[in-house]
């Protein structure tokens, strides 16, 4: 991007930015900005509503009454989270004439990609722990990066959101805690889910940059969407949770991960990005399966929707 | 397919009857019930509220973006107390030397002088 091309309404617009105001929802945008804002907001609310369905798996075998009061708390959450997310997104895309109908096609279409975490199995309860402990973990890492977003709108919404999140990231750790001072049955289970995530876990923060951002990251950063990079973000996620994991002693199932010394940087093996790309493409594990539960639940629904809508309101 | 209509309805939410209602967010819904049952279920599935509103976004009028900035900058320290906060050290200096009888005789607040 080169500045000196811009209209007086973008260098003004670019200024407000830079000097930490934040923007409104009716406020003047480059049609740019709208883009990435939206491209951004959609892939997230769309990954909230997806996230909600490998838990629910385990709603029905919680193993007691209080952990499955819990873990359904957590999944009507996520739920809520793509509410509050789809109705940022939409109130961007009104000028478009477009709204949550065309979210939930793109979705269905492939069109939308959701985050690469909730095309995985969960096959035992430990997963449901690992879910809540980590991948929300890693997921507060990235949310509260976009607190500082310059859309005022998606920031508020983080606000709420971050605020649930530590809920589920304590209902999770719960889990583990429990299987990890349970029986060695228990412990291996929380193990091999453990290896089972752990490549996924990486691969959540996409590929690291080198030294090359692409041009939508560049621009996110020009417009303080974001600020910092999928690999910055990864590092922190590193410092804050592999000592952690240590701790109750589990292995981690990568040998050559250590922190440099001196420049605290944590070198890892990379996951498989060509797998990474297979997965977010809807060939993961699970992808059919919960895309397909979640397109047949959205056409069964498709009378009440009608019922409610304005159309059928008396008077 | 035909697009479904619903309206967006900003709501807002009193913590405490002597607090004001505050804004919390919006939902989208066809009527007045709907957008309070959906508040209740979106935004309170925690805390508690003593009074929950919705009102219809299109009944909301704003201040456009250079209007909103207008307002900001202007100073208006001398609406407040910020521009008297000198008066504390000047009736802690009169409560340890009263003014004598002469120096009641003329001078302004601006001309007089402390020490
Ligand atoms: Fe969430
Ligand atoms: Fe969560």
């Known amino acids: 991007m080169v500045e000196e091309q811009f209209t007086d309404q973008e260098a003004y617009f670019l200024e407000r930015v830079d000097r930490g105001d934040r923007i409104e929802a009716e406020d003047w945008m480059p049609e740019d900005y709208r883009q990435q804002l939206v491209r951004l907001i959609a892939m997230h609310a769309v990954s909230e509503i997806m996230g909600a369905l490998p ?6 075998r919680a193993p007691t009454l209080y952990r499955r009061l819990a873990i ?12 509050l997310l789809i109705r940022v997104a939409e109130d961007l895309m009104r ?45 507060v890492i990235t949310q509260g990066m976009s607190l500082s977003c310059s859309y005022a709108p998606y920031a508020r919404a983080l606000q709420r959101i971050v605020e649930e999140e530590g809920f589920h990231i304590q209902h999770g750790e719960s ?11 228990q412990r291996a289970m929380l ?16 590929p690291p940059e080198k030294s090359q951002l692409s041009t939508h990251q560049l621009r996110n950063i020009r417009y303080r969407i974001r600020s910092k990079t999928n690999e910055e973000l990864r590092q922190r996620f ?6 952690r994991i240590w701790s109750l002693g589990l292995t981690i199932p990568d040998p050559t991960l250590r922190q440099d010394p001196v420049t605290k940087e944590w070198i890892y093996q990379q996951p498989d990005w060509n797998e990474f790309r297979e997965i977010v493409n809807n060939h993961g594990p699970r992808s059919e399966a919960r895309l397909g539960l979640r397109s047949t639940t959205y056409q069964e629904g498709e009378w009440v929707r009608r019922l409610i809508s304005t159309a059928h309101r008396a008077g | 397919m035909e697009r479904l209509d619903f309206d967006v309805y900003e709501v807002f939410a009193q913590s405490d009857p002597l607090k004001p209602h505050v804004h919390v967010f919006n939902v989208l819904a066809s009527t007045p019930d709907m957008a309070l049952a959906l508040a209740e279920e979106n935004f309170f599935r925690r805390e508690g509220f003593v009074n929950l509103w919705v009102v219809r976004r299109d009944a909301i ?10 307002f900001r900058k202007s100073e208006k320290t001398y609406r407040t107390t910020e521009d008297y906060k000198y ?20 001078g302004t607040r601006d001309g007089s002088v402390v020490d």
């Not at chain 1, 004439?97 to 430990?126: Q, S």
């Not at chain 1, 193990?191 to 996409?206: C, I, S, T, Y």
């Not at chain 1, 590193?238 to 000592?243: D, G, I, L, N, S």
Request: hydrophobic share 40%; with cysteine.
């Open chain 1, 238 to 243: 590193f410092t804050k949770y592999v000592h």
């Open chain 1, 95 to 139: 000028p478009w004439d477009k709204n949550r109908e065309d979210i939930m096609e793109d979705l269905f279409t492939g069109r939308l990609k959701y985050h690469n975490v909730f095309h995985m199995a969960t096959p035992t309860w430990a997963d449901a722990g690992i879910i809540g402990w980590l991948v929300d973990g890693a997921a």
């Open chain 1, 72 to 83: 359904t708390a957590k999944v009507q959450d996520e739920v809520g989270h793509g509410q």
């Open chain 2, 61 to 70: 009028h704003q201040l456009g973006y250079q209007d909103r900035e207008g």
């Open chain 2, 87 to 106: 008066l504390r050290d000047k009736w802690r200096h009169y409560r340890e030397h009263p003014m004598s009888a002469e120096d009641r005789t003329g």
């Open chain 1, 191 to 206: 193990q091999d889910a453990l290896n089972r995530w752990w490549p996924a876990l990486l691969m959540f923060f996409g």
């Open chain 1, 55 to 60: 838990e629910k798996e385990w709603v029905p």
């Open chain 1, 175 to 185: 889990i583990c805690m429990a299987l990890a001072e349970g029986t060695p049955m």
